[in-house]
């Protein structure tokens, strides 16, 4: 699987550089994406610009790093669906579970804000 990994300060941006994440690249992504969270970062966006389909093996990748990087109070958000992929994760109900948002400008944002909120909840239960 040919991918690229860009690690900031707050999250690391996750670009699988494959037009499919099927059975065969699905487990890699899996590996991948557990390796980066036992680097201890608590917050991962996957850039899904270039991927244009995705199976149920896919969309089970996508759950597991939804439910690591949440485990902890990290944030998983993914970038950039193509709208074949969006399509599936609306019949699968997924984008309703699945933290969505339109550009990597969003997702950092998003990464801010939910660093701001984890914040105020660490506060108020000291």
Excluded: C, W
Aim: net charge negative; proline share 2%; charged share 30%.
């Amino acid at each position: 699987m040919k991918y690229s990994i860009d690690k900031k300060e707050q999250y690391v941006i996750f670009t699988p550089l494959e037009d499919k994440l099927d059975s065969l690249l699905a487990p890699v992504l899996k590996s991948e994406l557990l390796t980066v969270h036992a680097e201890g970062y608590e917050n991962l966006v996957l850039d899904m610009s270039e991927v244009k389909y995705v199976d149920s093996s896919g969309l089970s990748a996508l759950l597991v790093g939804d439910r690591e990087f949440g485990k902890n109070g990290g944030i998983f958000l993914i970038s950039g669906v193509q709208d074949h992929v969006m399509k599936l994760l609306k019949i699968s109900m997924l984008d309703k579970k699945l933290n969505l948002v339109n550009s990597l400008e969003e997702a950092s944002e998003a990464i801010f804000i939910h660093a701001i909120e984890n914040g105020a909840e660490e506060e108020e239960e000291d």
